[in-house]
């Protein structure tokens, strides 16, 4: 199954079939960007990018949905990560990218919506910005867990806890909040080769491009139409780069 679809990904997932997905690999707004209501409610361009408009992520649109309080971040992921429950197999697995500031927040929302939690995966940056006197925070978190039981001899691997990717340059992103294709195609070493994934919420399509580089296949969701063109144009770019690979 293919399938690349452009608006809410509350209304899109109905067009998926129910039970048909092996993975939710999701990449949310964080809801986080500021400590108070009154930072939160910048736009992301503010909140996350640089001055620099010409190479720096300010150069992409600001997306919406990142402006929620906790307790409204909360409800609308436990919503999300419901309705795509519903469209995953048994023992098909969920993850999800989130911050230290709501990372609570996430995992309450995971197990309201009825999946088992299983734990939490760490990706270091490498990087962040110093601040005398505390520790960096230099890490980003993945959620993840399973639809009902997970059994041990599922077609997998034994996977790491921890994994170890610089972010991607401002330069090259897609997208203002872009994670490395690199790890997200670590990530999709938890489901087996054919495997169904869905992304509610895409962005600029870096885990369509992780699916095409291994071989799964891909339902994605983008609500900005910017961002949609470039998911795909990308994903395209993916699966064309991929094909005399395997005809070889």
């Not at 929302?109 to 006197?133: E, F, L, Y």
């Not at 790890?183 to 489901?191: R, S």
Request: with cysteine.
């Amino acid at each position: 199954m293919e399938m690349l679809l452009n608006g809410d990904c509350l209304e899109m997932m109905d067009k998926i079939p129910d039970g048909s997905v092996d993975m939710v690999l999701a990449d949310p707004p964080y809801c986080s960007g500021g400590l108070h209501a009154g930072e939160r409610q910048k736009s992301t361009r503010q909140k996350y990018t640089d001055k620099d408009g010409r190479r720096g992520a300010a150069r992409f649109p600001s997306f919406s949905g990142d402006n929620m309080d906790q307790r409204s971040f909360t409800k609308y992921m436990r919503i999300v990560f419901t309705k795509a429950r519903e469209k995953t197999k048994p023992a098909g697995i969920v993850a999800a990218f989130i911050d230290w500031r709501n990372l609570p927040a996430m995992t309450d929302a995971i197990q309201m919506a009825g999946w088992v939690w299983r734990g939490i995966v760490v990706w270091d940056k490498k990087s962040s910005r110093p601040q005398k006197g505390r520790f960096k925070n230099q890490c980003e978190y993945v959620i993840w867990g399973s639809n009902g039981d997970l059994p041990i001899n599922r077609d997998a691997p034994c996977l790491p806890g921890v994994y170890s990717c610089a972010n991607v340059p401002s330069s090259k992103r897609h997208h203002q909040t872009e994670k490395p294709v690199e790890l997200m195609e670590d990530l999709l070493q938890i489901v087996p080769g054919r495997a169904v994934v869905l992304d509610p919420i895409m962005g600029s399509g870096s885990t369509g491009v992780a699916c095409a580089r291994m071989e799964r296949d891909f339902v994605g969701i983008e609500l900005n139409r910017q961002y949609y063109d470039t998911a795909k144009s990308r994903i395209e770019q993916a699966r064309a780069e991929i094909k005399p690979q395997l005809l070889n």
